[in-house]
């Protein structure tokens, strides 16, 4: 009961009625904690999606120039909008093609293992249906992590992405032990050595191509070092550069050759070996 009795003429007792507190509860900290850690995981898990996806390499250039834009027109007027807008475009495509290179080299792992996989299983003594849709679900789950619109990526691009022809050439070998009889298991040894070979010619490549990218990284830095030292010696180039006519110029083909000579050693130092 939650109050006293209340009783008149004729009336059984009956319990006042007492306040009620069901509705008046305060949040815990932990609560709050609890709700706040799961909107943060929404959040990442959502810019995750965007960031695989077709919007992202539609719109996310664009959408880092017009940022770029916006911050370099209030810091120092429109010569600086035009600048930070070109390395914001560029900065983003630069971004998502090193994350779309590391996902390709996971994925072909990912494949290799889907293939031992379905070799062990067979060894095992599962039967072949089990074990082709196991390893089909774990090639599935390896293309889940590729960038869409990128070289070897989802979408367009995809009928020569390293999972794609490990599938093709899995299938090909289940297709081929099934007509000559051969032991499966073997044939998907094979097949997964041919994966590992290119593995490890893609990883040798790659240390070859990395000096390549560090010196273009260092010559990208380079003129931002020649900017600073000018600050350090008493001189002002931003106010040459970015409010005097032949400074404006001098900018703008600065800027256009550096982007160009970045996307030309992005090019020489672009190395994938076929599969």
């Known amino acids: 009961m939650t109050g006293p009795l209340v009783a008149g003429p004729g009336v059984a007792p009956v ?3 007492g306040p009620d507190r069901r509705h008046h509860t305060t949040p815990t900290a932990g609560s709050v904690a609890a709700r706040v850690r799961t909107l943060g995981r929404a959040v990442l898990a959502a810019m995750a999606d965007w960031w695989q996806g077709q919007r992202a390499a539609r719109w996310g250039p664009p959408a880092a120039a017009l940022v ?4 370099g027109f209030v810091l120092a007027g429109p010569v600086a909008a035009a600048a930070l807008s070109a ?21 072909q792992r990912l494949a290799g293992d889907a293939v031992l996989g379905f070799a062990a299983d067979l060894r095992a003594g599962l039967a072949l249906g089990p074990a082709w849709r196991t390893a089909e679900e774990a090639l599935r789950q390896a293309e889940s992590g590729l960038l869409v619109g990128w070289r070897g990526g989802r979408g367009g691009s995809a009928a020569g ?7 093709q ?4 070998a289940t297709a081929l032990a099934e007509a000559c009889g051969a032991p499966l298991a073997d044939v998907l040894d094979r097949l997964d050595a041919h994966v590992r070979a290119v593995q490890r010619a893609q990883a040798t490549a790659d240390s070859q191509a990395a000096g390549v990218r560090a010196s273009a990284a260092l010559l990208a830095v380079m003129p931002v070092a020649g900017l600073g030292l000018g600050v350090a010696v008493g001189v002002d180039p931003w106010q040459v550069l970015l409010h005097t006519t032949p400074g404006s110029f001098a900018l703008g083909l600065a800027v256009a050759l550096q982007l160009v000579g970045i996307a030309w050693t992005a090019r020489l130092a672009h190395i994938e070996v076929r599969p």
């Open 161 to 167: 992405g390293p999972v794609t022809v490990v599938a």
């Open 169 to 172: 050439r899995l299938a090909a």
């Open 68 to 71: 770029g834009a916006g911050v």
């Open 87 to 107: 390395y914001g475009a560029a900065g983003f495509v630069i971004a998502r093609g090193f994350a779309a290179r590391r996902a390709i080299r996971r994925a």
């Open 15 to 17: 319990p006042a009625p």
